[in-house]
């Protein structure tokens, strides 16, 4: 079955303390991209990745980081969570096709303490 | 960066009744799309229109473009109650590396 798996899928943790989501496709897409999702202000793009090795900031980069050393894997690091990242996370993957749209993880409710 | 806007906000309506929603954009496209999420879980792709392309149907839903108003509008014919959600329009505007720009979504409930 052709998917995007996050996990964990949900996240409690305290400010300062280092985590890791990782999100995993198995459609051999090329391109994933991570967004958060906050109340009132829909999908905000935070990085994305064209292919292995190939990664750019999105819209809000601020307190993130990426890599992208398989095609499959795409994980987010947040070094030192602040509260201001308590948010929805989905990780998502598109093919390089005229019509390919994304497919996107099931999400990541994260909270900083 | 830019947003699309959708309007309303939020939907009611009673089963069976037509939903519409609409989306603004503020430049040039590739391509539009709209995407369903249901309560806080991921979403998932309902219709792609192309910039050269003026509507678009997919079983009971029909998507419109309009790109010299750069508005779009999706219809749910003969809403069900299943089709509570939230309905996000996200565009892949040109020369972007396929970012979409993503509106703030229309809540719609369906009343049984």
């Known amino acids: 079955e052709a998917q995007v798996t996050q996990n964990p899928r949900y996240l409690i943790t305290v400010t300062g303390k280092k985590l890791t989501v990782t999100c995993s496709q198995n459609m051999n897409h090329e391109y994933m991209s991570w967004y958060r999702q906050d109340p009132g202000l829909g999908l905000r793009q935070i990085y994305y990745s064209m292919n292995v090795e190939v990664t750019d900031k999105g819209d809000v980069p601020e307190g993130y980081k990426v890599s992208r050393k398989e095609k499959r894997n795409f994980p987010l690091i947040l070094e030192s969570p602040s509260p201001n990242q308590t948010s929805l996370y989905f990780c998502?993957?598109?093919?390089?096709?005229?019509?390919?749209?994304?497919?996107f993880g099931p999400g990541t409710r994260l909270t900083v303490l | 960066s830019q947003q699309g806007e959708e309007d309303p906000q939020a939907l009611s309506i009673q089963e069976g009744e037509n939903a519409t929603m609409n989306c603004s954009y503020k430049?040039?496209?590739?391509?539009l799309q709209w995407y369903r999420q249901n309560s806080g879980r991921g979403l998932v792709h309902l219709i792609l229109i192309r910039s050269n392309e003026r509507e678009k149907h997919s079983g009971r839903l029909r998507v419109t473009l309009d790109t010299s108003k750069k508005s779009s509008s999706l219809l749910i014919t003969a809403s069900r109650a299943a089709d509570t959600a939230s309905y996000f329009c996200?565009?892949?505007?040109?020369?972007?590396?396929?970012?979409?720009?993503w509106g703030a979504g229309t809540k719609l409930i369906i009343k049984p």
């Open positions: 998502a993957s598109q093919g390089m096709g005229w019509t390919d749209t994304q497919y």
């Open positions: 996200a565009t892949e505007y040109m020369d972007s590396n396929y970012q979409l720009i």
């Open positions: 430049t040039s496209i590739n391509n």
